[in-house]
């Protein structure tokens, strides 16, 4: 009987700790409510079908992304400005080749600009050299898929790959939201 | 410094003529050495190079060695960097093209591969002054197509400009010195104090205007486009409802603005000439919706009073959280209590036992420039419950009456005992009796009043009439007298079954007067003997 009350206390504690952590602040909301905004706008993004299955690489995810629990909560804060810099930048390149629609971009690209006002803010102006290092490897990743692309001269099909990796990123991006 | 490279060494021994250098270099991820373009067979003592094909990003080593005809020498091998850790930036180019009272500025960010990831991301420092009065200087922060405001007319101004990376903790190097004369001042000057409201489901944008008989228009901008140091002259929209109009406002739907940043200008224009276009104002727009009135549920517990609040239907992408205002008073007084918090659910601890307490509830929405309340919600009211104080109480109260219920009954027994004993005293002997009478027999008379036997007298009186006598069965001495003229004696028939009548008249007769003795109780009383022969008419019993 008493390890029964035990079992239900403990739950309940567990239930109310992560009830309480689902409690999100306005920039986390907001930053969510982004980044769904943009998936579902690079989904929307439909051009020149093509079979492009061969053309895909691995662009090495670097492990600030696909591993955020070792990050501090500034990093973090970094990591997804960096991320959506990038993405930005990336989706100012020429891509004529795929017939997406031009207005779907602009829209991705102002939400997206949206999300960087919101964490200029809220950077940390303290730069460290972790940090620093941290920027490099990040660079690194997003250059890769830049290289990718100018390399295949920004063919429809080398963008599809990349659509397909971006839209991983805002879901790597939703995910270190919860980090925040 | 940005793409180039320079690239020093000593020489171990200065007199030795016709030496040259080359250099080799690495990347992280190759095996062989590729040839340094720019630094083969250098005869100086430092070459540059550039990085434009590599990745800047990667680790490099160089090697270098000396060379004297057909003899080299051994490798000397460079410690490996980062290009990009490395690299300073440089001075960025600058274009500028004067207005009456602001100048036009055009920054091209510096190097070409180096700083290839990090176009957009530049922060321009600008550092602009009087020709004539140097002291007077100012920095701004600018973008890379941007104008510089509140300046005078006709006047010889002059500025520098550095990029800065702040988040690579670089700061470039300053540009040449730019001087421009600005022109003359306009007729029609350009529209000041630009502001946005937010009314309905509008937007209402305004200006002052010193002079009347003007029409103005607007233009809108996407905020990112900012960014970029591209031409983005053209990429100017009109907004709806915004052109040509008198006065100095105007109104145009939220709908047509989604929630971003845009940038805003107006321009006068009078039929002839145009001003010049206002400031551009940053303008972040935020959506406003219709909030209804949260729906409001109060429950009392023990402790405490619950409050929990819901939103009514579900509501519009709102990008903003809501946060929640209680407002709580006791339905005597009129002296409202207020509580704010984000979360659903609220708890009010400290409120006074068994009093009715009456509450209203709303949403608020906060942005970054307006903030929206619904309507307050039904009032509900609630009694709490008694205190925790007088909860214990009871608490206390109810073990006491559990513990002094059965206590109280088994006194009540007891006493009902006692009352019994006294009043209602028991028939059957105490068991001391045990003591006393050790025979069975009389022991059985005694003891089990309920099982007396029938006893059978048998008393001739005379030989004619013989009567034989019965008692009633055992309740307890119970007698009757059955109408006989003889003498009724109770009594048990003796041991032997033989007709008394045919022993003698005396020995039956003892037999029942030993009877008749202990029958009528008085243990210690003997009863007087009845003679032998003395027996006369029937004596009533």
């Known amino acids: 009987m008493i390890n029964r009350c035990i079992l239900q206390i403990a739950l309940l504690l567990c239930f109310s700790t992560t009830a309480l952590s689902m409690s999100y602040n306005s920039l986390q909301i907001q930053l969510w409510h982004g980044s769904l905004t943009c998936a579902k706008l690079l989904l929307q993004l439909n051009g020149t079908t093509e079979d492009c299955l061969n053309e895909r690489i691995n662009f090495k995810v670097p492990k600030e992304i696909k591993e955020p629990q070792q990050l501090q909560k500034e990093d973090t804060t970094l990591v997804i400005f960096e991320m959506l810099n990038n993405i930005f930048d990336i989706f100012r390149k020429n891509f004529s080749s795929t017939g997406w629609n031009e207005t779907l971009v602009e829209n991705l690209l102002g939400e997206t600009h949206l999300q960087i006002h919101h964490l200029k803010s809220k950077i940390n102006k303290k730069v460290t050299l972790e940090s620093i290092r941290m920027n490099l490897r990040l660079k690194s990743y997003y250059w890769r898929i830049m290289d990718y692309l100018e390399t295949k001269q920004y063919s429809n099909c080398a963008w599809k790959i990349v659509q397909l990796e971006i839209f991983r990123n805002f879901s790597f991006i939703i995910m270190l939201i919860d980090y925040l | ?541």
């Open chain 2, 1 to 541: 410094m940005d793409d180039n490279f320079t690239l020093k060494w000593n020489r171990s021994n200065e007199s030795v003529p016709n030496v040259t250098f080359s250099a080799d270099y690495q990347m992280s991820e190759m095996n062989n050495w590729i040839q340094l373009p720019g630094c083969q067979y250098v005869a100086d003592t430092e070459c540059t190079f550039s990085f434009l094909k590599l990745n800047v990003l990667d680790e490099i080593t160089l090697r270098i060695r000396a060379e004297r005809g057909n003899s080299t020498s051994a490798w000397y091998i460079v410690d490996s960097f980062i290009p990009f850790l490395k690299a300073q930036i440089g001075p960025p180019e600058v274009h500028l093209e004067a207005e009456d009272k602001a100048v036009k500025i055009n920054i091209s960010p510096p190097g070409k591969q180096m700083w290839s990831m990090d176009r957009s991301r530049f922060i321009y420092s600008v550092v602009i002054w009087e020709n004539s009065a140097r002291t007077e200087e100012r920095t701004e922060t600018v973008y890379p197509r941007d104008m510089i405001y509140k300046l005078s007319p006709e006047t010889t101004y002059c500025l520098k400009v550095r990029a800065e990376l702040p988040l690579q903790k670089k700061v470039g190097v300053y540009s040449a010195v730019h001087c421009v004369n600005t022109t003359a001042e306009n007729k029609l000057p350009p529209p000041e104090n630009i502001e946005v409201d937010a009314a309905n489901q509008n937007y209402v944008l305004k200006w002052d205007y010193a002079f009347a008989n003007v029409t103005f228009q607007a233009q809108w901008l996407y905020g990112y486009l900012k960014q970029f140091p591209e031409d983005h002259s053209n990429k100017w929209k009109q907004i709806p409802g915004c052109v040509h109009v008198r006065t100095t406002q105007c109104v145009f739907p939220q709908r047509a603005f989604p929630d971003r940043v845009y940038f805003l200008r107006v321009q006068a224009s009078d039929g002839n000439s145009t001003s010049l276009w206002s400031e551009e104002k940053e303008f972040r727009s935020e959506a406003q919706t219709v909030i209804l009135p949260p729906v409001l549920n109060v429950k009392t517990t023990s402790h405490a009073l619950h409050a929990y609040v819901g939103a009514s239907r579900e509501p519009v992408d709102l990008h903003r959280p809501l946060i929640y205002e209680i407002r709580f008073w006791e339905n005597a007084s009129s002296a409202e209590s207020r509580i704010l918090q984000e979360q659903t659910d609220f708890t009010f601890p400290n409120l006074k036992p068994l009093t009715v307490y009456c509450f209203k509830a709303r949403a608020h929405l906060l942005g970054e420039k307006w903030n929206q309340s619904s309507d307050f919600s039904d009032v509900v009211c609630e009694k709490t419950k008694p205190g925790a104080t007088s909860r214990t109480w009871l608490v206390a109260g109810i073990c006491v009456l559990v513990v002094s219920v059965p206590v109280a009954v088994y006194i009540v027994k007891g006493l009902l005992r006692c009352l019994n004993y006294v009043f209602f005293p028991s028939p059957k002997p105490p068991s001391s009796i045990d003591e006393y009478f050790s025979e069975q027999p009389l022991k059985n008379l005694l003891l089990s009043p309920s099982e007396e036997r029938t006893e059978r007298c048998f008393i001739i009186e005379d030989v004619r009439s013989m009567t034989v006598l019965e008692e009633a069965k055992g309740t307890g001495g119970d007698l009757r007298a059955y109408h006989s003229p003889t003498l009724l004696l109770l009594g048990e028939p003796p041991a032997e079954t033989q007709h008394p009548l045919s022993r003698g008249l005396p020995t039956s007769v003892s037999l029942c007067r030993k009877r008749i003795a202990t029958v009528f109780g008085g243990i210690s009383r003997p009863f007087p003997a009845i003679a032998d022969g003395e027996a006369g008419p029937g004596v009533p019993l």
